[in-house]
C-alpha cells in the first residue's frame, strides 16, 4: 500500500545523512506505489521518506508515525490486519492513538516489545522504525515476504527502500553486477533468497529484521518458516479440511478491512474461486471480480470458468481478452516496474489484469500461495513419485538408478530426479533451466567457473533441519524459493498501477496449519491439492474443484518469444554489443534465437526469456536508475 525508503548513519557523531532534495528523488521513484500522500522525517542521524496509497484511515493516516514523546518514528509498507486488537491492549498500558490508521500502532508496539516487536504483528510489510533516544533503527519485513525491503551499507550508512531503483536513487551505491546472482537467475529464472542483480545491495529476508545499534547492523530472525511437522495423532482428512477452511476463512474476513473499494483477482481456478466464495459470504455488498485471459490460448483460457464462478457468487465481474499478438507490451517498462529481471511471462499477465483491476478498486484479494503450500504443481507431482520410487525394494531403485543417465530425452528429466541424491539437487532438476552441457556452452567471462552453486546454496539456507520425506521437503523448499520471486512480480506488477494486492493463503496461521497437514493429503494418487479440493467441495462449485490445474501464460512462453522476434527481442539479443556478451557467449544466445524461430530448439525457450529480461535489465533499467530518472506512468498498452 506504500513505498517506504530512507538512510540511516551507523557510527560516529550525528549529522546530516542525505540531502533532502535526494531523500524527495528517493522517495517519488515510487510515486506509483503511493499516489496520495509524500511523508518524510530528517534529524541529525537519520532520514526517512515514504509515498503513502491511502486504504486505511484515508483523511488521518498520513505517515511517519510518532509515538507521544516523537522520539519514536516509524514508516510502514504494508498492513496491520490485527491493530484494533493491538490498540486495545496498549491503550490500558498509557499509549494514545489519534487515528484509524494502522501504521499508528508500531511506534507503540515497539516501545511495548522492542526487537521483538514484528513477532506481535498480523500483516505483510515492511517497516522501518527510528528510536531517537537509543540512536538506534529497526527494519522488519513479513513472514512470509510479500512485502519487499531492500538493504546497502555505503560507507557508515545503511539505505534502504521497497524498491530497488529508490535505494540507487540514493546516488550512494556502486552498481556492480553479484555474477552468483546472475548465475542463480539463469539456473532458476529469477534470484533467490537475499541476494540481488548488484552486490552492493540485499534483500531483507523474510521474517527478519536489522537493527542498527553499537556502530554497526546484525539481521536476525523473529518468525521461521514452519519444518513440516504432523502432530500425533493424526486427524481423519475431513477434520483437516474443516480446520483449513476455519483458518482461511478468517485470513480472509481479516483481509476486507479497507476503507476504500475492495475486489478479488479470478482467474477461473480452485484457489482464487475459493477466496471468492468465502468473500462472498463475509460482505454485504457484490465482490468485485476481475479476470484477463489471452486469444491465443483457446485450449487453456479460463475466462468461461471465470464467468461461471462469477455468475454463481453474483459477483460485479470484469474481463479482458488479450492479445501476444495485437497487443503491445512495452518491455523496457515492464522491467522497470519489476526491479529485478524476472524469467516468468506470468508477470505480463498479471501486470494487465492488476491495470483492469485499479480502474475500479484500490484493494484486490488473490488465491496466490495455495499451490506451493498444498502441492499444486507437476514438481509436487513428481515429488510424490520419488517418495514412491524410495518404496520400492533396494535392488529395483539401484538399477534404475544406474540407467537414468541413459533414459529417452522426454523421461530423462523424471529419471534424474528420481536419482537425485538429495531434495536441493532434485528441485533443480525439476526447475533448473542450464541442464545438458548449455551451461558450459554459454557461460564466458565472469560466469565460466560458476556452476549453479549459488542457486543450491541457498536452497540449502532454507531447507534448514527439514527431513528428506520428497513431497514435505519440496513443498518446504518451494514456498520460501518458488513463491519468493512470484510474491516479487506480484508486488511490482500491482504496485505500478497503485493497486494492493492481499493473499489470505499466506498469513502466517494458515501457512502455520498447513504445515502441519500431511503430505498423503496434498498430493493423493498423484492429485494435485487433495485437500484443498476436498475442503472446497460444497463451497466450489464442483465443475471447478475438479477441474484440470492450467498455469495462466505459463504455456504460452513459445507463442509470446515467437511474437515478439518480429518486434523487439532481435533489437536486444542480436545487437552488436549486448550487455549479456560480459558474461554470456553472444554466438551461443544468436544460434538459439536462430533455432527457435526456425522451430528448433523449443527446450530453451524459458532461457531464451531469461536472457531477454536480463539483457532489458542490463541495457535500460540499470542506466535509468543510475540516471535518477523520475518514473514514467504504467505501461501495458491495451487495444
Known amino acids: 500500500m506504500c513505498g517506504i525508503c530512507g538512510v540511516v ?311 479482458l481478452e488479450l492479445s501476444f499478438e495485437h497487443d503491445t507490451v512495452d518491455l523496457e517498462e515492464l522491467v522497470w516496474h519489476l526491479d529485478e529481471p524476472i524469467a516468468d511471462m506470468s508477470a505480463l499477465g498479471f501486470h494487465a489484469v492488476s491495470q483492469l483491476a485499479a480502474r475500479h478498486v484500490t484493494v484486490a484479494l488473490s488465491g496466490q500461495g495455495a499451490d506451493e503450500l498444498l502441492g499444486g504443481y507437476k514438481k509436487h507431482r513428481a515429488a510424490a513419485l520419488v517418495g514412491a520410487w524410495r518404496s520400492l525394494p533396494g535392488p529395483m531403485r539401484r538399477a534404475g538408478d544406474r540407467l537414468a543417465p541413459y533414459a529417452p530425452a522426454r523421461f530423462g528429466q523424471m529419471a534424474r530426479t528420481l536419482a537425485a541424491p538429495d531434495p536441493v539437487a532434485r528441485l533443480v532438476e525439476m526447475s533448473g533451466r542450464l541442464g545438458g552441457g548449455l551451461r558450459e556452452a554459454l557461460y564466458c567471462g565472469p560466469l565460466e567457473a560458476r556452476g549453479g552453486e549459488a542457486a543450491m546454496a541457498a536452497m540449502r539456507q532454507a531447507l534448514g533441519a527439514a527431513a528428506d520425506d520428497p513431497l514435505p521437503v519440496t513443498l518446504h523448499l518451494d514456498a520460501q524459493i518458488g513463491l519468493d520471486y512470484l510474491l516479487h512480480y506480484f508486488d511490482r506488477a500491482s504496485m505500478a498501477h497503485s493497486l494492493e494486492v492481499r493473499v489470505p493463503f499466506l498469513d502466517h496461521r494458515v501457512v502455520e496449519y498447513c504445515a502441519g497437514i500431511p503430505g498423503d493429503l496434498k498430493v493423493r494418487r498423484l492429485q494435485s491439492k487433495h485437500i484443498l479440493k476436498r475442503a472446497s467441495e460444497g463451497l466450489v462449485p464442483d465443475r471447478i474443484v475438479h477441474k484440470r490445474k492450467l498455469g495462466f501464460l505459463r504455456g504460452s512462453s513459445g507463442a509470446w518469444l515467437q511474437a515478439q522476434l518480429t518486434r523487439t527481442a532481435g533489437d536486444y539479443l542480436l545487437t552488436d554489443a549486448p550487455g549479456y556478451a560480459e558474461f554470456l557467449d553472444r554466438s551461443v544466445v544468436q544460434r538459439m534465437l536462430r533455432d527457435h524461430r526456425d522451430g528448433r530448439g523449443t527446450a530453451d525457450v524459458h532461457l531464451l526469456i531469461a536472457i531477454l529480461m536480463l539483457e532489458l535489465w542490463l541495457q535500460t533499467y540499470l542506466p535509468r536508475a543510475m540516471a535518477g530518472a523520475a518514473p514514467k506512468p504504467p505501461v501495458l498498452s491495451l487495444r
Open 9 to 319: 548513519q551507523l557510527s560516529g557523531a550525528p549529522r546530516e545523512v542525505i540531502a533532502a532534495e535526494r531523500l524527495a528523488h528517493m522517495t517519488n521513484t515510487m510515486v506509483h506505489r503511493g499516489p496520495d500522500d509524500l511523508g518524510m522525517h530528517q534529524a541529525p542521524g537519520v532520514a526517512f521518506g515514504m509515498r503513502r496509497l491511502a486504504v486505511q484511515d484515508v483523511e488521518g493516516g498520513h505517515q511517519p508515525f510518532s509515538n507521544e514523546a516523537g522520539d519514536v518514528w516509524a514508516i510502514q509498507n504494508g498492513e496491520i490486519y490485527n491493530h484494533p486488537e493491538l490498540r486495545r491492549e496498549l491503550e490500558p498500558r498509557g499509549h494514545r492513538f489519534h487515528t484509524r490508521c494502522d501504521t499508528e500502532v508500531i511506534p507503540h508496539v515497539y516501545e511495548q516489545h522492542g526487537d521483538r516487536f514484528p513477532a506481535h504483528l498480523r500483516g505483510k510489510f515492511g517497516i522501518a522504525v527510528w528510536d531517537e533516544r537509543r540512536r538506534r533503527a529497526v527494519l522488519a519485513r513479513d513472514r512470509l515476504g510479500v512485502k519487499p525491503l531492500y538493504y546497502a551499507q555505503a560507507g557508515d550508512l545503511l539505505v534502504f527502500g521497497s524498491e530497488l531503483k529508490a535505494v540507487l536513487a540514493s546516488g550512494l551505491i556502486d552498481p556492480a553486477l553479484d555474477y552468483d546472482a546472475i548465475d542463480s537467475y539463469l539456473t532458476l529464472g529469477f534470484i533467490p533468497m537475499e541476494a540481488t542483480p548488484l552486490a552492493a545491495v540485499r534483500r531483507l529476508p523474510h521474517g527478519h529484521a536489522l537493527i542498527v545499534e553499537d556502530g554497526g547492523f546484525r539481521v536476525q530472525p523473529y518468525w521461521t518458516y514452519p519444518v513440516p511437522r504432523v502432530s500425533a495423532p493424526r486427524r481423519s482428512a475431513d477434520e483437516y479440511a474443516e480446520g483449513l477452511i476455519a483458518e482461511l476463512e478468517d485470513a480472509v474476513r481479516l483481509r476486507l478491512m479497507s476503507d476504500v473499494p475492495l475486489g478479488a483477482m479470478l482467474s477461473g481456478g480452485l484457489d482464487s474461486s475459493l477466496i471468492v466464495a468465502l468473500m462472498a459470504r463475509n460482505m454485504s455488498e457484490p465482490v468485485k471480480t476481475f479476470s484477463i485471459g489471452f486469444a491465443e490460448e483457446r485450449e487453456v483460457n479460463e475466462l468461461d470458468d471465470a464467468r461461471f464462478v462469477a455468475a454463481h457468487y453474483g459477483t460485479d465481474h470484469h474481463e
